[in-house]
């Protein structure tokens, strides 16, 4: 199996679609393709870094930069993970949907990642929010009548 770091190399850029959804609502799984270069310098806040955890390759967000790592965190998850600056291995610098491509660099991008992680604090309250009702709901034994109001939207 071909490891992204070779192809990075090789290519000097890599091209793949996406999988999982960590990045929701900005990258579709199997639908979106990636754009991922080699970082030319130490990464800023709000870049997506591509990094190695263990075997697999994590594309997240980078909400803050420390002196030796970066804190990081998928623009769809809860968790923020302190990556090592020498696991990163690529940074994304586009991405294609729909056949049109969208760069890191654009307007629009670049206010969705700062709206998206300033109104994380929202965002994570309304899902504890939720997680709460559901217990309630499980507790009282009204779960099945919460899910199908949930799914009316």
């Known amino acids: 199996m071909t490891r992204f770091e070779d192809l990075l190399q090789k290519d000097g850029k890599l091209v793949y679609k996406t999988k999982g959804t960590s990045m929701k609502p900005m990258l579709r799984q199997n639908r979106d393709l990636v754009i991922i270069e080699v970082p030319s310098s130490r990464l800023q806040k709000?870049?997506?870094?591509?990094?190695?955890r263990g075997e697999s390759y994590v594309l997240h967000r980078v909400i803050g930069v420390e002196s030796d790592h970066y804190r990081i965190r998928g623009d769809n998850t809860y968790a923020v993970e302190?990556?090592?600056?020498?696991?990163?291995?690529?940074?994304l610098t586009s991405?294609?949907?729909?056949?049109k491509t969208h760069a890191v660099?654009?307007?629009?991008?670049?206010?969705y990642a700062r709206f998206w992680n300033a109104i994380y604090p929202l965002r994570a309250l309304l899902r504890r929010i939720r997680r709460l009702l559901i217990t309630v709901a499980r507790k009282l034994g009204l779960l099945p009548l919460l899910k199908k109001m949930l799914r009316r939207k």
Not at 46 to 52: G, K, N, S, T, W
């Open 46 to 52: 709000y870049d997506v870094a591509l990094y190695r």
């Open 82 to 91: 302190r990556v090592p600056f020498g696991n990163v291995i690529g940074v």
């Open 95 to 99: 991405f294609n949907r729909k056949g």
């Open 105 to 111: 660099t654009e307007l629009g991008y670049r206010f």
